[in-house]
């Protein structure tokens, strides 16, 4: 059987939230589901990923979501839908003020707000305690003054105060630039390596000292971990970029273990991030160099039964994305998949929505090499066909695969 003959066969079709009922239940007991997205700026992935995240929340206990994006960012967004905080009314300009760093228009946009604002229902409703949380590794400068300020308050005598300041002014003569804290320390002495390890051993052995309400203990300690995972992060980009992705990749599986083990092993998270992040690094070209990814960790990780990854793709439409790092974004064209890539089969075997599930019975099926469309926040669509196709094993990389035919661009605030 060919993959267009098995796409014919497999494939169900979506129109509406009650079609997504077979993927309810390929979730089964697992206990982390990954919901990906092939861009970082397509309305339909951050709609149809909050709707199926409801359904896991409501339908199967979840209760936590971890998302590619900075920790104290996502606190602000996890104050809010948990009444810790009465700054903000709604969630627009929470999330507007919270998410500043580029590109922002991956958190603060007009999807990420209603699915806040249900959030924040859903726990005053049900007397739950959802909860919401940034597993990314940028924000080195963030964190510490997270850091300095939580400890300034709590024991503005004690040790770790006084580390904390040590290890901040290790990056200060940087003005918070990463590309220039990489340059100028790529082979630097030890010194701010090991105060922020210092830092962050601190802090953990003396957890039992710092109070817990409204999970400020957990802010200070992942705070820490982010300051010693992002200077690691920034003083190897400069020198390899499969070593600053697999630290980053690392950080982000670390504290999605970090929240497993403050709400408790049987706490069910859900993780939204790229395709590349979710999808199995082993069933891609990604493997020949190197790379890992949280995907392929947390399965090592983590019996079989306990991880399910969905992927999501499209195959034309319309994107957010910017021209350049740090660019203005741009609705931008999403042309039609390249040719015998995954999406080009999706759209040739059927112009609708669709889902596939791999199982025991067609998994074997789809396990054979495909491009497989990636779009980042930079992109170039007149150049996608030579650099955006991620070869991949399909059915090897995820447990299932949500398909648009057409998709629309994301509103940002």
């Known amino acids: 059987m060919t993959m267009e003959e098995a796409i014919r066969e497999f ?3 979506v129109r509406d939230n009650g079609d997504l009922d077979p ?5 089964g007991d697992s206990k982390i589901v990954l919901l990906g997205e092939s861009t970082h700026g397509t309305s339909e992935f951050y709609r149809w990923r909050a709707d199926f995240s409801k359904r896991l929340i409501q339908e199967k206990g979840f209760s ?3 998302v590619e994006g900075d920790w104290p960012s996502a606190s602000q967004v996890h104050r809010y839908i948990n009444d810790f905080t009465t700054s903000h009314e709604n969630a627009a300009p929470l999330l507007a003020q919270s998410f500043a760093r580029w590109p922002r228009w991956m958190w603060a946009n007009e999807e990420i707000a209603d699915f806040v604002e249900w959030l924040k229902n859903f726990n005053a409703s049900e007397n739950r ?4 949380y940034g597993i990314d590794v940028y924000s080195l400068w963030e964190s510490m003054e997270e850091v300095i300020h939580y400890l300034n308050d709590v024991d503005p005598s004690g040790g770790d105060v006084e580390l904390a300041k040590q290890a901040f002014s290790c990056f200060e003569s940087c003005n918070r630039d990463p590309d ?3 340059a100028s320390f790529a082979s630097f002495s030890k010194e701010c390596i ?5 830092l962050l051993a601190s802090v953990r052995s003396n957890a039992a000292f710092y109070p817990s309400e409204e999970e400020a203990d957990l802010n200070l300690h992942i705070n820490s971990l982010v300051t010693k995972n992002a200077e690691q992060y920034y003083r190897a980009m400069i020198r390899s970029g499969v070593e600053s992705w697999n630290i980053r990749d690392r ?6 273990n970090e929240l497993r083990n403050y709400h408790g092993q049987e706490a069910r998270i859900i993780i939204w991030e790229h395709n590349t992040h979710i999808g199995d690094a082993r069933a891609t070209d990604m493997k020949e160099d190197k790379m890992v990814n949280v995907g392929q960790l947390l399965r090592e990780q983590n019996p079989p039964e306990d991880v399910y990854t969905i992927g999501f793709g499209s195959y034309e439409g319309s994107v957010i994305a910017a021209k350049a790092w740090e660019a203005p974004p741009e609705e931008m064209i999403l042309p039609p998949g390249k040719k015998n890539s995954w999406e080009h089969l999706l759209h040739k075997t059927g112009a609708f929505d669709k889902l596939l599930i791999f199982d025991d019975n067609n998994r074997r099926l789809f396990d054979r090499w495909i491009g497989h469309r990636a779009v980042g926040v930079v992109y170039h669509p007149a150049y996608e ?3 955006n196709y991620v070869p991949s094993m399909i059915s090897k990389r995820y447990d299932a695969y949500l398909f648009f035919d057409r998709t629309e661009a994301l509103n940002p605030l």
């Open 23 to 27: 993927l309810l239940e390929a979730v």
């Open 64 to 66: 936590v979501i971890a």
């Open 385 to 387: 066909a030579q650099g």
């Open 11 to 13: 494939a169900l079709p």
């Open 251 to 256: 950080h982000m599986v670390e504290t999605v």
């Open 180 to 182: 220039k804290y990489a």
């Open 129 to 132: 305690k959802t909860g919401f």
């Open 194 to 198: 090991d105060e922020v390890v210092k």
